[in-house]
């Protein structure tokens, strides 16, 4: 088996549990959401794939921004996979990123680490708005989530009595005993819901319930209720009336106003708006907005979950734990990459998922692109093959850590299995990256160029350049090669190492144009955030790989290019959203939606043309997809023989 890079720390879930204390968890939660209602996190609603009746891929990114040095950045990926029975399975990873560096540093168990971190947020707002005095405890399940609900609030009230209801009084019996083990605190176990809240100052609901199991007539004046069960705008563990007589206290605005299934029935009924919400608990706690007004005011704490709370635990795990040795988690790092993932392999692999993405066969999300502190970017690409594994792979961006001698891309490729949604394991995203996205240029080389293309001219001298060369050669008999770069030098010593490796006359242009003007094949692939590559340089019968810029913004090429070629995309919706040539063109007003011919799998099915003559100029316009990294990396992930 593979070892992860000694930069890698993996918490498996019995780390976790050995690792994290609550009294940890809640200090490195209180600091997450001051942050996050202080403009202390940059973070985008979670986002979705759906796999199948009762199966769900969630993906949380989230990063600390604007503090005195780099925050940690990073996501939470789960699969929620239900049994038919209102029970849920989550399985998932923390993926942590350092600030500074863009290097993932540490992955964590997520359910374990949701369970203590969920926990530690109920108790950071009971701490802040439940009586003083509290010291009766309700919890409405009896799940994981209740009982670390239940040592969760021991440590910010004094309690005396837990109160415990499930829906098999059996299990809730059972559950009463362990709660009292556990804490030392008198709990009993009721045969209702109303009976179990009646004399409780604090109330959890910790429920996978689709529809309220609480009402507002249970409820005493002055109990604080910690709704937590749900976190979907379908779901709601409450009634509409307990919702409009509380203070309503969030973890997060937006995130509720969006997903918070209680919430938005109020509203639907009329009950209530957007105003009805007081405040978030990090505004509460950091004095910008009070909590508890009045002794006999009902407050109500709606927790969604929030992945900076899961990157302040793990990030906390990282800093004081000492890295546990052994992680039973599967890891492919760049070096077993490297050596394993050759363009012969790959690109008949992302031929195939290209193939598949066009006809319908694969699932992905638009690419989320949260913006870091320096100008830095992390990447976020979640999807799923058809009949196999499921992920996401996560990207930082750190464009200057080219000058510094390191990876400018930096990241894990993380797959599930589709059957059980458990972590399959993770893959180098760095060296996948590299290989599959010079193969996806091979593949649309080979399908649009024309079949006696022999020069290549590269555009850029970085890793894309060395594995564009490498890659292409594998398609077309090639006789030579020309390089260019914005520094002479750079590109010369480039040139030289390629000549060398490939066996080839390689030598390095004083410009972009004369780098191109007698080229069968171009590949730009710079960091260049406006146009280094103009269509009036290209001669006829040229096939253009456009790879560099990934983002709507950063063009490499002109509107000219764009405009004279036949324009093959890799994803046709990706590229109608991000595709920053073709979006430049299209508001200059020189082009429509139209101007894009086809997607590459398109061709490559025979359902379009491809190259219509041999004057003509192909463009393939590649942004990069998740199922290219998916199909790359799973036979990583297979057993060796």
Not at 258 to 273: N, P, S
Request: aromatic content about 4%.
């Amino acid at each position: 088996m593979d070892t992860a890079p000694s930069a890698l720390a993996v918490f498996d879930a019995a780390a976790v549990r050995a690792s994290l204390s609550m009294e940890a968890a809640i200090t490195a939660v209180r600091g997450a959401m001051v942050a996050l209602s202080t403009s202390g996190v940059r973070q985008q609603l979670r986002s979705f794939i759906g796999l199948g009746p009762g199966r769900t891929f969630a993906i949380m990114p989230a990063a600390f921004v604007g503090g005195e040095r780099p925050g940690y950045f990073g996501a939470k990926l789960v699969s929620v996979y239900t049994d038919g029975h209102g029970g849920k399975a989550h399985e998932g990873l923390v993926v942590l990123f350092d600030g500074a560096s863009g290097r993932p540093v540490c992955l964590a168990d997520a359910a374990e680490v949701t369970a203590i971190r969920t926990a530690a947020a109920s108790a950071i707002a009971t701490d802040a708005l439940a009586r003083p005095d509290a010291d009766t405890l309700a919890l409405v399940g009896v799940g994981r989530q209740a009982l670390a609900h239940a040592l969760a609030l021991k440590t910010v009230r004094p309690l005396r009595h837990i109160r415990v209801w499930g829906r098999t009084p059996a299990k809730a019996q059972a559950f009463a005993a362990a709660v009292q083990a556990a804490t030392g605190i008198d709990t009993q176990a009721y045969d209702s819901v109303a009976e179990t809240v009646a004399q409780a100052a604090i109330v959890c609901t910790v429920t996978a319930a689709a529809d309220p199991i609480l009402l507002g007539a249970w409820i005493a004046p002055g109990t604080h209720v910690n709704v937590v069960g749900s976190s979907g705008p379908a779901q709601a563990e409450v009634d509409t009336a307990l919702v409009a007589a509380s203070r309503l206290i969030v973890d997060h605005r937006e995130h509720v106003l969006a997903h918070g299934g209680e919430f938005l029935r109020a509203k639907a009924a009329g009950v209530i708006g957007d105003d009805h919400i007081a405040a978030e608990i990090g505004a509460v706690l950091a004095g910008q907005a009070p909590g508890r007004q009045t002794a006999e005011q009902i407050t109500l704490y709606k927790s969604l979950g929030h992945a900076v709370q899961d990157l302040a635990v793990t990030a906390w795990l990282y800093e004081h734990t000492p890295r546990p040795a052994a992680p039973s988690l599967r890891i492919v790092d760049g070096h077993a990459v490297a050596a394993r993932l050759d363009y012969g392999t790959c690109i008949p692999l992302v031929r195939q998922a290209m193939t598949a993405l066009s006809r319908g066969e694969t699932q992905q999300l638009p690419r989320g692109v949260l913006p870091l502190d320096q100008g830095h970017l992390f990447g976020v690409m979640p999807g799923a093959l058809n009949g196999g594994p499921f992920g996401a792979k996560l990207v930082a961006v750190f464009p200057d850590n080219f000058d510094r001698g390191l990876p400018s891309h930096q990241g894990v490729i993380v797959l599930f299995d589709r059957d059980s949604g458990r972590p399959l394991g993770v893959v180098d995203g760095g060296e996948v990256t590299a290989i599959r996205t010079a193969a996806a240029s091979a593949v649309a080389t080979d399908a649009l160029a024309r079949p006696d293309a022999q020069t290549l001219a590269l555009l850029g001298y970085g890793e894309q350049a060395l594995t564009h060369a490498r890659a292409i050669a594998k398609v077309r008999r090639l006789s030579r090669v020309t390089v260019w770069g914005r520094s002479a030098s750079r590109a010369a010593a480039f040139a030289a190492r390629l000549g060398q490796e490939l066996g080839l006359p390689v030598r390095a242009a004083t410009s972009a144009q004369e780098a191109v003007v007698d080229a069968d094949i171009i590949c730009t692939v710079t960091a260049a955030k406006e146009p280094i590559l103009c269509g009036a340089w290209v001669p006829p019968g040229t096939h253009v790989n456009v790879v560099g810029s990934s983002i709507a913004g950063p063009a490499e090429v002109d509107h000219d290019l764009v405009i004279r070629s036949r324009f093959i995309a890799d994803c046709r919706e990706h590229v109608l959203r991000q595709g920053a040539e073709f979006l430049r063109a299209k508001a200059a007003g020189l082009i429509g939606d139209a101007h894009v011919a086809g997607e590459i799998g398109e061709v490559l099915a025979g359902q379009v043309e491809g190259r219509q003559s041999a004057e003509q100029v192909t463009l393939y316009k590649s942004l990069g997809h998740v199922v290219q990294d998916l199909a790359a990396a799973w036979p990583l992930l297979a057993k060796k023989d």
